[in-house]
């Protein structure tokens, strides 16, 4: 009988679907407007992935139908499809050129992107169609403020306050775009403003109390801070700001106390416990950042934000063997959670397991695409391997996600400023001060940049409110120092880092920068006493020893240098540098065989494959084996199919052979196209070209590697000769001749006497 009951009712259910379908198929426009209400009901549940199916149901009984596009686009976005949500727009704004906020989401996707004149291309197009549009000033507000343009931004940026009169973040971006602009008076008196339109924006009263702290006026920065508290006791961002900017006065103390009466007001939470922990954690206090983050696990015993706070704690401080620990422990607890894969990945790259580290965090960007922080970490790891191109994706993908992320925002300006392009790495730098102007640390990595833009006396503005901010932080006087070592300033400079040195004594990076400075300044017997000091007090310091042998290198006491870097893998077995440092002695005294071996060991590693794999090829190649040289520069671009440096090798090798020449000017072109303004890859494809019989094509290319390196005699060598393939004797003959006169190789020279004979 059950069979017979549940038959009637499979029955009754498929005719009802089928009379719900008939329905639809007669009446499209009804059936479109319900699969849009479905989506719209899973976009509120959070199920993206259901709704996007619902508004694509939609489009197929009405391939027109703007609202499904742009509906469509936010469940994209929802996932974080860039690709797919600027389809969805853009079919969306061509059905419709007046959909307003269609074009606002694609103007967004382009800010992500940073393409700013796309940008201010949508921005004007929406204020064009409505000149109240709110969404459109703070577009092109943005997009001026990254682009340099701090007058239109503001002109933007100002209309939001007219538009929004009652909305707090409206006067707070106004008031920092002016601070970046120096106007004080008026940065004030918008950041004042923001507090008495909305007295509880927690925002608006850090900002002001930032902005006091950036002038100096401490006492009213600290008023600001109290009256917050006063009015939200429970808003811990009052006590951080506060206690950071004791903190930086080196008032530790008195910061401390802060953070006990945040402690006191909420001494149940979880979230209070992390914050003062994250608090020490940053400024390298383990004991205090350890006790908070215990102190919460004492409140809720199995939080795992808390363990992971604490792994990414060890790792941050390299105390490999305590994140081990934990890391074990949370893989087994959690073995699907992204923070735990992405310092498992972190760990294993901390134990110089480079492949290994990016294998892991592969396969956790696969699975967590929408993961800033994944795609973070993996372009961290493919740099520590040395896949720069690699590694610049991944950074751009992680400040695509998170266009705020500081950390993401700081290595995008390290990275460029190592790949050669200062100018993106000073708006990467420019953009961190302009959203965080009381960070001292901002400060000095756009100081730094410009510094080595040769804009000395920005960067000494950038160092001086840095000091001014954080009075007794070595690096600020580090970086003091490097400039007035730059403007030939030696007292000052050496007075600077001696400053350092003594806020600081252990601090390895002070250490290197003023022995540096020794070095630079010949002073290398004051620079191996210092060292020698410090290695007396510290014995165990791997990078100490490392840094003396590079000294004795310098001083040219090869085996005092030999074995303080044996000395160096002893204590650090993985420590590359050293090995290469090693190699690098070999090859001065001609000993090919010992450098290789060396070379191997730096290799084995297992980080900076794709450089090592080229070094070694170069090694070989200096001692004339092509054969195993191109074997090493295909390792390096298997490594890394970008990396431009053995791409340019493997093409040289086949030009001097004359073997594959179109292949060579295929792997030439690339590189140039990665690396334009390296002179060793153009004239590399200049002579590719050359060797093809492309003469023509050469000579400008040549010329330019002379113009940017006269001083180098292979250069002129090659553009000698392109000069005497299209008939230019005269201008040919001189740069033979002064190629001559520097150091070539003896095939080289035969050539080029050869070459003059003719000419005769």
């Known amino acids: ?321 305590q994140a081990a620990q934990i890391d074990g422990q949370l893989v087994k607890a959690a073995p699907r959670d992204v923070t735990v894969r992405i310092n498992r990945g972190r760990l294993l790259m901390a134990q110089a397991k480079g492949q290994d580290a990016q294998n892991e965090l592969l396969k956790t960007v696969k699975d967590a695409a929408d993961s800033w922080q994944a795609h973070y970490y993996l372009g961290i790891c493919y740099w520590q391997n040395g896949s720069l191109g690699q590694a610049n994706r991944e950074l751009h993908e992680a400040l695509r996600i998170s266009p705020d992320s500081r950390v993401v925002l700081q290595s995008l300006a390290e990275l460029s400023l190592s790949q050669g392009n200062a100018s993106a790495a000073q708006v990467y730098a420019q953009e961190l001060v302009r959203k965080n102007p009381t960070d001292a640390s901002h400060r000095l990595v756009l100081g730094e940049i410009l510094l080595r833009e040769g804009q000395g006396r920005s960067a000494e503005e950038q160092f001086l409110t840095a000091k001014q901010l954080a009075p007794n932080d070595s690096i600020v006087h580090v970086d003091l120092g490097q400039l007035y070592s730059a403007e030939k300033k030696s007292g000052e400079a050496e007075k600077e880092f001696e400053t350092a040195l003594r806020l600081d004594p252990t601090n390895i990076r002070t250490l290197n920068e003023y022995v540096g400075f020794l070095l630079a300044h010949q002073q290398t017997p004051k620079a191996i006493a210092h060292l020698e000091q410090f290695l007396n007090a510290n014995p165990g310091s791997s990078q100490g020893h490392l840094m003396l042998g590079e000294c004795q290198f310098v001083a040219k006491n090869y085996s005092a240098a030999i074995v303080e870097f044996k000395r160096t893998v002893q204590l650090d077995p993985k420590n590359q540098q050293a090995y290469l440092q090693m190699a690098k002695i070999y090859q001065v005294q001609d000993q090919e065989d010992l450098a290789i071996e060396q070379y191997k060991k730096a290799l084995d590693t297992g980080s900076n494959i794709a450089p090592i794999c080229t070094m070694i090829g170069n090694a070989y190649l200096h001692s004339g084996n092509f054969k195993t040289a191109k074997q090493y520069f295909q390792k390096a671009i298997d490594a890394d199919p970008n990396f431009a440096i053995a791409a340019s090798n493997l093409a040289w090798v086949d030009a001097l052979e004359g073997k594959d020449l179109d292949v060579a000017l295929s792997m030439a072109q690339k590189a140039k196209s990665e690396m334009p303004n390296l002179p060793s890859i153009t004239d590399t494809l200049a002579w590719v070209m050359y060797k093809r019989g492309n003469y023509t094509a050469a000579v400008p290319l040549l010329e330019e590697c002379v113009q940017k390196s006269p001083d180098t005699a292979e250069f002129r060598f090659h553009f000698g000769m392109a000069l005497m393939a299209v008939g230019q004797t005269t201008k040919g003959k001189e740069q033979l001749q002064a190629a001559l006169q520097m150091k070539l190789d003896t095939i080289e020279v035969q050539e080029a006497r050869h070459m003059l004979a003719e000419a005769k």
């Not at 059936?31 to 989506?39: D, I, N, S």
């Not at 949500?85 to 800010?111: C, F, M, T, V, W």
């Not at 215990?294 to 706070?309: F, H, Q, T, V, Y």
């Open 1 to 321: 009988m059950k069979k017979v009951i549940g038959t009637v009712n499979m029955v009754v259910c498929l005719l009802y679907v089928v009379l719900m379908l008939t329905s639809c198929a007669r009446d499209p426009q009804k059936a479109k407007v319900k699969y849009l209400a479905a989506g719209q009901k899973y976009m509120r549940k959070g199920q993206y992935g259901d709704a996007a199916i619902e508004f694509r149901n939609a489009l197929r009984l009405d391939p027109s139908f703007v609202d499904a596009y742009y509906q469509l686009a936010q469940a994209y976005l929802a996932h974080q499809d860039w690709t797919a949500a600027y389809g969805s727009l853009q079919k969306a704004i061509e059905l419709d050129p007046n959909r307003l906020d269609a074009r606002l989401e694609r103007g967004r996707l382009y800010l992500a992107a940073r393409e700013f004149d796309k940008v201010e291309e949508e921005a004007d197009s929406i204020l064009e169609r409505d000149s109240k549009n709110v969404g459109g000033y703070q577009l092109l507000g943005v997009a001026m403020i990254e682009e340099g343009k701090p007058e239109q931004s503001l002109a933007a940026l100002s209309k939001v306050t007219e538009l929004l009169p009652n909305d707090a973040a409206s006067y707070v971006n106004v008031g920092l775009v002016e601070i970046t602009m120096h106007r004080w008076t008026a940065a004030e008196n918008h950041l004042k403003k923001a507090v008495q339109v909305d007295p509880k924006s927690v925002q608006a009263r850090v900002n002001l109390a930032n902005f006091y702290h950036l002038q100096k006026q401490i006492p009213e920065a600290e008023r600001v801070l109290q009256t917050g508290i006063e009015n939200n006791p429970d808003a811990a961002a009052y006590y951080l700001d506060w206690a950071s900017m004791l903190w930086d006065q080196g008032k530790t103390a008195e910061a401390g106390a802060i953070l006990d009466k945040l402690r006191t007001q909420t001494p149940k939470s979880v979230e209070t416990a992390i914050a003062i922990g994250d608090f020490y954690s940053e400024r390298r206090d383990s004991d205090k950042a350890l006790a908070e983050y215990r102190r919460g696990l004492s409140i809720a015993p199995k939080n795992l934000d808390i363990d992971k706070r604490m792994e990414d704690y060890y790792l941050a401080s390299n105390q490999l063997e």
